[in-house]
Antibody, heavy 118, light 108 residues
Framework: QVQLQESGPGLVKPSETLSLTCAVS????????WSWIRQPPGKGLEWIGF???????NYNPSLKSRVTISLDTSKSQFSLRLSSVTAADTAVYYC????????????WGQGTLVTVSS | EILLTQSPGTLSLSPGERATLSCRAS???????LAWYQQKPGQAPRLLIY???SRATGIPDRFSGSGSGTDFTLTISRLEPEDFAVYYC?????????FGQGARVEVK
């Protein structure tokens, strides 16, 4: 059973950078693709991007200029950085594992709420 | 970007009834690359269906998916109390991978 756990600040100031980390419970980080997905309060889901086990990334064009996803296999974790945040970036951020060969998500973290406010 | 539109927005039904949820895409995408998720309050989504009609591991057979092209359907044959939740469709045929806006199944 794979477990994912998001961590990071729950409050970020406007114009600053949001940084989150997702710890993966097994060494399967070397075998799968890993995504970040967010959900504004009371709204739907938005895929942010993924990183492969080899470090290849694919970002949502709506966020591409501000997003970086990185991988640290030695720590079995991957990270999200989102720069120049505004109130519109307030959301629950989820990390998730992708099913092999498809960008669908079979294991999710519990989510972490990040609020952008001064 | 492929836009997914779910209908109805809210479905009010009683336990034991049949639920039918629709997901329509703004354009065709790689054949049957459509998934469905269930989300309950305060929880992460759970994968129910992938490939338009294949149930994910551990998903009861009262959940079924169908469709192709631009029109897809999730059917819950007989609602159990734990099925009242929000359901999302997601296409993974074309990046960026997009979700529908969600459809709520609530107790009548």
């Amino acid at each position: 059973q794979v477990q994912l756990q998001e961590s990071g600040p729950g409050l970020v100031k406007p114009s600053e950078t949001l940084s989150l980390t997702c710890a993966v419970s097994t060494d399967s980080i070397n075998s799968y693709y890993w995504s970040w997905i967010r959900q504004p309060p009371g709204k739907g889901l938005e895929w942010i991007g993924f990183i492969s086990y080899s470090g290849r990334t694919n970002y949502n064009p709506s966020l591409k200029s501000r997003v970086t996803i990185s991988l640290d296999t030695s720590k079995s974790q991957f990270s999200l950085r989102l720069s120049s945040v505004t109130a519109a970036d307030t959301a629950v951020y989820y990390c998730a594992r992708e099913v092999v060969g498809a960008t669908i998500f079979d294991y999710w973290g519990q989510g972490t709420l990040v609020t952008v406010s001064s | 970007e492929i836009l997914l539109t779910q209908s109805p927005g809210t479905l009010s039904l009683s336990p034991g009834e049949r639920a039918t949820l629709s997901c329509r895409a703004s354009q065709s995408f790689t054949s049957s690359h459509l998934a469905w998720y269930q989300q309950k309050p305060g929880q992460a989504p759970r994968l129910l269906i992938y490939g338009a009609s294949s149930r994910a591991t551990g998903i009861p057979d009262r959940f079924s998916g169908s469709g192709s092209g631009t029109d897809f359907t999730l059917t819950i044959s007989r609602l159990e109390p734990e099925d009242f939740a929000v359901y999302y469709c997601q296409q993974y045929g074309s990046s960026p991978y997009t979700f529908g806006q969600g459809a709520r199944v609530e107790v009548k």
